[in-house]
């Protein structure tokens, strides 16, 4: 999450790799767009304390999105603890057969040895301390593969701010521009029912008063006034969560407030004018709408 009022996306890759205790192993940590936070992690057997740590660790930084974390770690050549499960390695290699013969391509030694279950560390395993140290040094690689992928999120949110910032600017315009044609659909109204009224019953009595009366209830009614000052509202509240992430769940609600507003913006114009700018306001929201998306 940042901290430094810069938006990030939701989209990023880091890697990270590390050696130490006899082994060696690398982290690679990816992340696309996610309505909340979750975190998956593949990691080998024997490293279960990992699991904890990477969310705790995922959690600090970000505030949604979908982060899956691979590690591939083994045993250095000519270590003591070496291991291999040949019966679960004989599984991987029919399951790879089966793949092969189905087009796929065949299987290296070193991704065979990184399968879940194919090496073992019998020494290490034996020894509590020997694997809590090797799990405290992938998991400090764990965070700096996250360090890396949080630098990634941050570059697209560095993209995404013109583009947002953009839509808002057009949105605030076409605000302006509601208001001016608001402003002249009152007289419209009015106008237009007189001309009904005086084409229907040109002689009826007391018909200026009825016209201005009903004029009057029908300008009511087509009053724009709280909508357009709830967008303008909406349109400073969406510039202010622009500088203050983790802001993209409060986007996607101010989305909806945005789409609402217009909606009643058009069913309320009682002029073509103001219809256009009206569907053109909601085309203009639906695109933002896309693009808060992919806002942390």
Known sequence: ???????????????????????????????????????RLRAPSGFDDLERLTKAAAQSRFARGQASLTVQARPEAGSAAVGVDSEVLSRYLTLARQLVEAGAAPPTADGLLALRGVVSADETAADPDALAAVQAAVA?????????????????????????????????????????????QVDAVRDRFARRMAEIAPDAPGLEERVFLEAAA??????????????????????ALLTAPPAGR??????QEFMREANTLCSKSATVPLTSVGLDLKAAVEQLREQVQNVE
């Open 1 to 39: 999450m940042s901290a430094d009022g810069q938006i990030s996306g939701m989209t990023g890759f880091g890697r990270a790799d590390g050696a130490g205790h006899g082994w060696t192993w690398s982290v690679e940590a990816r992340s696309v767009n996610g309505r909340n936070l979750e975190v």
């Open 140 to 184: 400090a690689t764990v965070e700096r593969a996250l360090d890396a992928l949080q630098v990634s999120r941050r570059h697209e949110g560095a993209q995404l701010l013109p583009v947002l910032t953009g839509l808002i600017d057009r949105i605030e315009a076409l605000v302006t521009a509601a208001e001016r044609e608001a402003a002249a």
């Open 250 to 255: 409060k986007l996607d609600f101010l989305m």
């Open 218 to 239: 029908l300008a009511a009614k087509a009053d724009v006034r709280e909508e357009l000052d709830r967008l303008t509202a909406h349109v400073a509240s969406a510039r």
